[in-house]
């Protein structure tokens, strides 16, 4: 009888350690993958930010472009107004953040160039607050 006590802990050894083996195995693998994972989404971060870059850049020309055109605004800061409303809310920007800016400022320019007496000075530091909100996203474009 003593010698079928090691053959039957052999049998029952054998399938643990295959067990074990695969679990070792498996969790090597799901190593790898996971190296692999983090690496594409890496990648895929950063390709998404180069994206981004590349939007909000192409917005930010958007909006410097239709600001400098029209009335020069230290000659004629209520025409310079009127002639930007317009072709602000016509900007349709990739960028989100750049499009709620645009048109916080075209709407401020809408309010400056209607105001008359007290409600112009409140609506002109509204259009400052408005090209600094632009500016702070796109640096220099409604200077």
């Not at 750049?98 to 400056?112: D, E, K, M, T």
């Not at 909100?133 to 474009?141: E, K, Q, R």
């Amino acid at each position: 009888m003593s010698s079928n006590v090691p053959l039957r802990q052999a049998r029952l050894v054998r399938p643990l350690a295959l067990l074990a083996c695969a679990l070792l195995a498996g969790s090597t693998l799901a190593g790898c993958s996971s190296s692999s994972s983090a690496s594409a989404s890496a990648s895929a971060s950063a390709s998404a930010s180069a994206l981004q870059g590349t939007t909000l850049q192409q917005a930010c020309t958007a909006v410097s472009t239709v600001l400098a055109d029209g009335p020069d605004p230290d000659a004629d800061s209520v025409g310079y107004a009127q002639a930007q409303v317009l072709p602000l809310r016509q900007l349709k920007l990739s960028d989100s953040a750049v499009q709620q800016a645009a048109n916080q400022l075209a709407s401020a320019y809408q309010a400056f160039s209607t105001a008359s007496g007290g409600a112009a000075t409140a609506d002109a530091i509204a259009v400052t607050k408005a090209q600094n909100a632009v500016n702070a996203l796109c640096p220099g474009a409604a200077s």
